[in-house]
């Protein structure tokens, strides 16, 4: 192992000869170091022992950072400790008491493995030796959004969720989530912040890439099986457990804007289909998702109160824990309670309906609504003070830290949080993950045209000997596949990998990373794309991270070919016929950004006269 072999806990044994880890270093073995014991029996006896101080700590669950060494961060004399993403770990496990942690940024497997063996020996040194859960948001994708998503090198790399269901394949979503299982705990992330079971259904919103589509039972069948792949048949040492979010469905979002922004905030339903967004959580309660996010949003025009639901009693105690008996872990989204800065820019708590509240009525607010756990924040002392001053009782917080204690046991985390950095290494990435990743971006390419006009022959697959220009693909890759040259003039057939329009003018900082608002190309956009296919046959490949409005592309395009996060090889695979693409659209391509207006936000695939319907896709030959 890589840890220290002088840090707490020792590993004693019994008298009976039972070896168990002395977490509190007193050389006995109480009842939660006991490995025998039933989980209730030792969260019991570790609930008892703890300090108010303690409990607090283990309801907040914030951002720490990575070095590239696999070193913990600890700022330096005079280096600036107002950015988040740079706190001191140590102040915040030692100091703080807190234990649990969403990992900011990326290092190679083995030094994150190192990291968290580091992390793992710096809790031990605190009172009882209580172990830190690791969080992640998907790594195994090709977008690297610092709210949604982490590209990491090193990890196999699989289409996102809208490829998945553009394949629907329920054996195909468990294998992914398996594998992403394995890489997880062999650098000792317990805690998968996915999957999404938000819907599709407002093609404007700027995180439709993190969703299985529009429609509800396919979205349900495959967040049914990620949870399944995470976690196995029950939660155990074996689990990443599965935070399922955003409840109750963060898809309609008024005009498609994002709830991480204040213009975001509103959640409707013109079209009463609230429920509607309910059936993919249920199919999450059914496969035993250990965790709930809420999302930011006020719903409109509901039965509930206009405030976010991660203060919302209604729905948080109401819907989830009484209506669907939910009794697992809630934890809210990032950030509801403290105003803060996010790459050089204020960004204020998304404490949207309950803005003017101080912090500490924010906090009481989201405890009462039935909330274990605050996402994005690191303030235990707001806890203690609401039980020192009487707002909220000791057993409320019992009943949430029990929670989060149970899981912790579930996991194994008591009995070995460390990790093996050599298999680390041997198992992230791996030949065989790399392949099967590789196979279903394949898979999840979808023919949307493959006929230029007039023609009587398909284009697709292309000839292995034409000439061929190419924009947007690598080079050396390409010329495994044909004979690449410099121009279309020269060329019998081009290729282009371009990515779907967005408002590029409104998106500065922290807002650049959501690609929201327009889903058109401008004619200076389109321009170059049309000349090349007014000049020679052209494949157009479009990476749709939401539903692109592309009615000039398809009638210029020869053939017209959707992506949702593929690698050039998995693409010319596609295209020199050496495997096949089976994707149909997760959602609807509209006609016209006026029949997006139109639409509602709370319904699925409702524009009139879409160009390509829900389902839409050709397979070659």
């Not at 140590?90 to 940024?105: C, R, Y």
């Not at 031990?124 to 590209?151: C, E, K, M, Q």
């Not at 699925?604 to 879409?610: R, T």
């Amino acid at each position: 192992m890589a840890h220290s072999q002088a840090v707490r806990p020792r590993i004693l044994a019994a008298p009976d000869g039972t070896p168990f880890r002395d977490l509190n270093g007193n050389g006995v073995m109480e009842p939660y170091e006991d490995p025998r014991l039933p989980v209730a029996e030792r969260v019991e006896d570790l609930l008892g022992r703890m300090t108010l101080q303690e409990k607090a700590g283990l309801l907040f669950q914030t951002m720490v950072a990575i070095n590239p060494d696999g070193s913990l961060v600890e700022p330096q004399p005079g280096e600036p400790d107002d950015d988040p993403m740079r706190a001191s770990t140590s102040a915040m496990v030692t100091g703080k008491l807190m234990n649990h942690f969403n990992l900011f940024g990326a290092a190679a497997p083995r030094r994150m493995a190192e990291w968290n063996n580091r992390l793992q020996d710096l809790a031990a040194t605190t009172r009882l030796g209580i172990p830190v859960t690791i969080s992640t948001d998907p790594r195994n994708g090709f977008v690297d959004n610092p709210a949604a998503s982490v590209h990491t090198e090193g990890f196999s790399l699989w289409p996102e969720p809208p490829g998945l269901a553009a394949v629907n394949d329920e054996e195909l979503v468990r294998r992914h989530a398996d594998i992403v299982r394995q890489e997880y705990l062999a650098v000792g992330i317990r805690l998968a912040l996915h999957p999404t079971a938000d819907l599709a259904t407002e093609p404007r919103w700027p995180r439709v890439l993190g969703t299985f589509g529009s429609d509800a039972e396919v979205a349900a069948r495959l967040v049914g099986a990620y949870v399944q792949g995470l976690q196995g048949d029950t939660l155990g040492p074996g689990s990443v457990a599965a935070m399922t979010k955003h409840f109750p469905g963060a898809g309609p979002q008024l005009n498609g804007e994002d709830a991480h922004f204040p213009y975001g905030r509103e959640q409707v339903y013109p079209g009463r289909n609230f429920d509607y967004h309910l059936i993919p959580f249920e199919a999450a309660f059914a496969a035993g998702t250990s965790q709930i996010m809420p999302y930011y949003a006020i719903p409109v025009g509901t039965p509930y109160e206009e405030v976010g639901f991660g203060f919302n009693k209604g729905v948080i105690t109401g819907l989830l824990r009484e209506k669907y008996g939910f009794d697992g872990i809630v934890c809210t989204d990032w950030g509801l309670v403290t105003d803060t800065q996010i790459f050089g820019a204020p960004f204020p708590a998304r404490a949207w309906g309950v803005e003017e509240l101080d912090r500490l009525t924010r906090v009481e607010r989201i405890l009462d609504a039935g909330a274990d756990q605050l996402g994005g924040e690191a303030a235990p002392d707001l806890i203690v003070e609401l039980v020192t001053t009487g707002r909220v009782t000791p057993e409320r917080i019992d009943a949430s830290a029990r929670r989060l204690l149970r899981e912790k046991f579930v996991l194994g985390l008591f009995d070995n949080p460390y990790v093996d950095p050599d298999e680390a290494a041997r198992i992230c990435g791996n030949p065989e993950f790399a392949a099967a990743g590789l196979a279903a971006q394949s898979r999840s390419i979808t023919i949307l045209k493959d006929r230029p006009d007039n023609a009587t022959e398909a284009l697709l697959p292309l000839d292995p000997g034409a000439r061929i220009y190419m924009e947007g693909v690598d080079p050396a890759i390409a010329a495994r596949y044909a004979t690449v040259v410099a121009t279309p003039e020269e060329a019998e057939v081009a290729v282009l990998r371009i990515a779907a329009p967005y408002d590029k003018e409104r998106t500065t900082g922290f807002e650049s990373f959501f690609r929201a608002g327009r889903l058109d190309f401008t004619e200076e956009e389109l321009r170059p794309v049309l000349e090349v296919a007014s000049a020679v046959p052209t494949v157009v490949d479009i990476f749709l991270d939401r539903a692109a409005v592309i009615p000039e592309i398809a009638e210029r395009a020869a053939a017209l070919v959707a992506n949702f996060g593929a690698s050039d090889t998995a693409l010319l695979d596609v295209l020199f016929g050496r495997a096949q693409a089976e994707g149909r659209l997760p959602f609807e391509l509209p006609r016209s950004m006026a029949s997006v207006a139109a639409g509602h936000e709370d319904v699925p695939n409702d524009s009139a006269d879409p160009l390509f319907p829900y389902g839409h896709g050709i397979r070659l030959g």
